[in-house]
């Protein structure tokens, strides 16, 4: 086979690729010599896309054009010059200059030295296979198309991007209307229209704007949308008519703009012209109504009313309208009288922060506990209003203003009497003798001698007044928060620990069931004391595993005595006093009830804090929950900030979600009035020994809660400012904790103390948002370190009482806690048996279901947990 043979050979095995080379250096020379054609090209199709030409004379449409037009043609010259079509051999050069050793051009050489020699030519020949092969495996070369080099500035650029924002704000319908403004281009307003024109629904609507280039036939938009039309070309060729809103003067004017207000026709005559047949959608007023559920109260006075709203667009606003239904009021006692005007009550209805408010269901929530009208028949109107302004009312909705219940017999007395002054002031001398006849023989009635010598004081000031003058509006003001005031401390008197708050819910209970109570109230009641209960007997386990007091040995007597009780007997018993209740059985339930109460009064138990000084670790638990609880209360007024920045409409402090500073109380306060962070401790000496220091400051809270009117932010900050102060106070009183859960403890105090510092930097530059957040980083910081400290302080109680439980477990001695269990022999209480087995499993299901129940009700807790809880909820 000759050299010619095999180069042809090869050749045409690589066409394809020779083929792609080649067709790349043609495109790869067009570009880089008319670059500039194309680039004047797409400047010249971008202004035309955006319509520019239509918002300038045609003077100057016509010496842009030109300019252009000279461009492109010098740039077609230069293009034209510069381009030279490459030929087959420069695409065979740059195939071979690709591939190594060259073997094409290998393949054009011919033998010079040792021709006609066998073994020369046989090495020549397999040199020339092996170029040959090499030469087949060639690949098409890509085209270098960059420009770069020749485009310093960019040029070709700025014309693509002109290109692109046409492409997306512009129409290619604007290009045919550049015809109109040559000779005789009136004729050419047949080839395309020569107007544009679109529909802007309302704003608060969301819904896009039609354009009417792209749409026929039949048009839908919703009422009140605006029509805009640009007519362009000679005045006159072109006209509007429409019979969809106002009229104009001149239907052929340029430009022209109305407001859709009825169904018709929208037509624009004369050559290019279009017609649509104009629909228009109404906006329909919002619904409100009042949920199927009944309004009713929590345990706190909270009123809460569920109440569904929809709207087409969404509802903005609204309110609800409390007034007194007086037809439906008992005139009886000091209710007799004719009731003095008062201004009905007005409460900013709820919405969704975020999300959609077209149909949405919300719970009206507000503690008018102290209102004249607590607890007696109101009317209720729910009012709705939508963006256009329209508004929608449900229909009145009858029920009792749900408020505070007080069970005591004293405490309900004095405000019924104080309800009857608000009534009408001229109850007060009836008032006097109501009290005095209350007050003639205190002994067995007052708890407190507070209590009764603040209501003599009372009663002699109110004597003094109405027996010379009727009261002034100060007066009744001042008259009706001391009576307020008074009934709260015989009511709740001084629960100063679990065991107390326990036997004032078993009392509770037992008067309401005596007074023929209501289903609902009797079950919150019973719920109450199930909490109560339930706290109780964990504080008598954690105190008891903590001070070591089990250990005790107990007198043969005393064990006759005492009962001990489990947990499960206890829910037992008063899982039988509900369903004696619900059954109507309330003789056996009151029987029932009474046995608990006695069994609780004969539970014996050691506790060693009567007469003993808390220790180091109790108190840093105690200051630490008591920071958590301060920082709580700080999160939440910062939260109700964040809402009133969304809404500014509401009054402050009356939001829905208004609950005071420190979380559990204060709805209805303006902010700024709650608890200092440090204050509640400091008012807490009662259960404080004698040389303790408390935590935080109550001069320096006082100091803060007296300047709090000025810029809210700034006294928000300066709390957190406060809060953080005392918490780096007590880690540096924090005792040793040893082991891993000491460190990780006051790791976690590390961790709330920078996010307090954060919290207070975003407070002080009115980043509510961000301060929230460091806040929830901080809270949490604080439950994991009080948790962890918990765990240090009982694994050291566990190491120190390791010895003496082994002996104690060694000598036979079968002694058991008060929930039941058995101490062990490594000095921990219970055992490692099964305790859910059997029925007990039903019950516990039902414990938890319970608790869920009760904490989703907490308002003192975060809202994303009561979220949580209430999905956890769903799934039972």
């Not at 054009?108 to 397999?126: K, M, N, P």
């Not at 109440?307 to 239904?325: H, K, M, Q, T």
């Not at 006294?715 to 953080?724: C, E, I, K, T, W």
């Amino acid at each position: 086979m000759t050299d010619r043979t095999v180069l042809s050979e090869t050749l045409t095995r690589i066409a394809r690729p020779l083929r792609l080379t080649h067709a790349g250096m043609v495109a790869e020379r067009l570009a880089r010599a008319f670059w500039p054609l194309w680039s004047v090209v797409i400047l010249a199709l971008a202004l035309l896309m955006l319509g520019l030409h239509d918002t300038v004379a045609v003077e100057a449409v016509w010496a842009v054009g030109g300019v252009l037009l000279l461009l492109a043609a010098g740039a077609a010259v230069y293009g034209g010059m510069r381009f030279r079509w490459p030929s087959r051999a420069e695409a065979e050069s740059r195939l071979d200059a690709t591939l190594t050793g060259r073997p094409l051009q290998t393949l054009r050489d011919a033998q010079s030295i040792g021709a006609g020699d066998f073994g020369s030519e046989g090495l020549w020949r397999a040199h020339q296979a092996r170029m040959a092969a090499r030469a087949r495996q060639a690949k098409r070369v890509q085209p270098d198309l960059r420009v770069s080099g020749r485009d310093v500035f960019g040029l070709r650029f700025i014309a693509l991007t002109l290109l692109m924002v046409a492409m997306l704000f512009g129409s290619f319908w604007r290009v045919g209307s550049v015809a109109g403004m040559a000779p005789g281009g009136g004729a050419a307003l047949a080839a395309g229209p020569a107007w544009e024109g679109w529909i802007e629904p309302p704003y608060y609507t969301g819904l896009p704007v039609l354009y009417l280039a792209d749409l026929k036939g039949t048009i839908r938009a919703p009422r009140g949308s605006k029509a805009t039309l640009r007519l362009y070309g000679k005045v006159g060729s072109l006209s509007v008519d429409q019979t969809v809103g106002a009229s104009g003067d001149d239907p052929a004017a340029p430009a022209q703009s109305f407001a859709l207000e009825q169904d018709g026709v929208l037509a624009i005559t004369g050559p290019g012209g279009k017609s649509w047949d104009v629909r228009l959608s109404a906006d329909l007023a919002p619904v409100v109504s009042v949920a199927a559920e009944a309004a009713e109260s929590s345990l706190r006075g909270e009123f809460t009313l569920p109440f569904e709203a929809r709207d087409d667009y969404g509802v903005e606003s609204g309110e609800a309208v409390i007034a007194l239904d007086l037809p439906a009021v008992d005139r009886r006692y000091g209710l007799t009288m004719e009731p003095e005007p008062r201004d009905v009550i007005r409460l900013p209805m709820p919405l969704p922060i975020s999300g959609d408010r077209t149909a949405f269901k919300q719970d009206l929530i507000e503690n008018l506990s102290e209102h004249p009208w607590a607890n007696l028949p109101v009317t209720v109107t729910l009012t709705a209003e939508d963006a256009a302004g329209q508004t929608g009312q449900a229909e009145p909705f009858s029920t009792l203003l749900s408020a505070r219940r007080f069970f005591d017999p004293l405490a309900a007395a004095l405000i019924e009497q104080r309800r009857d002054l608000l009534w009408n002031r001229d109850n007060a001398r009836r008032i006097v003798q109501v009290m005095k006849a209350i007050s003639w023989e205190p002994e067995g009635l007052f708890r407190s001698d507070t209590a009764y010598l603040r209501m003599r004081v009372l009663l002699r000031r109110m004597d003094t007044i109405t027996q010379y003058a009727a009261l002034n509006d100060d007066q009744v003001t001042e008259i009706s928060d001391a009576l307020w005031e008074l009934a709260l401390l015989i009511e709740d008197g001084d629960l100063n620990d679990a065991r107390e708050r326990m036997a004032r819910a078993q009392e509770r209970l037992s008067e309401a069931m005596k007074n023929g109570a209501s289903n609902e109230e009797i079950a919150r009641l019973m719920q109450e004391l199930r909490d109560a209960t339930q706290d109780y007997m964990r504080q008598l386990s954690r105190e008891a595993a903590e001070e070591g007091q089990m250990g005790e040995e107990l007198s043969a007597e005393q064990m006759e005595n005492a009962m001990r009780l489990s947990q499960d007997d206890l829910q037992a018993m008063m899982d039988r006093i509900q369903e004696l209740m619900e059954q109507g059985r309330m003789a056996e339930a009151q029987q029932a009830l009474e046995e608990l109460q006695q069994m609780m009064e004969n539970m014996r138990v050691t506790q060693g804090q009567g007469g003993q000084q808390q220790s180091p670790g109790q108190q840093a638990m105690e200051g630490l929950s008591e920071t958590l609880r301060d920082q709580q209360g700080l999160s939440d007024q910062a939260f109700r900030d964040l809402q009133e920045q969304f809404n500014p409409n509401a009054n402050r402090g009356e939001s829905g979600e208004n609950e005071g500073s420190n979380g559990n109380q204060g709805r209805g306060q303006q902010h700024g009035q709650g608890q200092q962070p440090g204050q509640q401790q400091g008012q807490q000496g009662q259960g404080q020994q004698p040389g303790t220091q408390q935590p935080g400051g109550q001069g320096q809270a006082q100091n803060q809660q007296n300047g709090q009117g000025g810029d809210q932010a700034g006294s928000l900050a300066d709390r957190q400012q406060a809060l953080r102060d005392e918490l780096n106070r007590q880690r540096g009183n924090l005792p040793g904790l040893s082991g891993q859960a000491g460190e990780a403890a006051r790791d976690a105090l590390d961790r709330a103390e920078k996010a307090m510092r954060g919290a207070e930097e975003a407070l002080r530059g009115d980043d509510l948002a961000e301060a929230i957040d460091r806040q929830s980083e901080a809270m949490e910081a604080l439950r994991e370190g009080i948790r962890n400290m918990g765990e240090a302080m009982a694994e050291e109680q566990r190491q120190r009482a390791g010895q003496q439980g082994q002996a104690e477990g060694n000598s036979g001695n079968s002694r058991n806690d008060p929930l039941g269990r058995t101490a062990g022999t490594n000095g921990e209480m219970g055992n490692e048996r099964e305790m859910l087995n059997g029925l007990n499993d039903h019950r516990r299901a039902m414990e938890l279901e319970q608790e869920l129940r009760r904490r989703s009700g907490e308002g003192d807790r975060p809202r994303a947990e009561r979220d949580y809880l209430r999905r956890l909820l769903e799934r039972f």
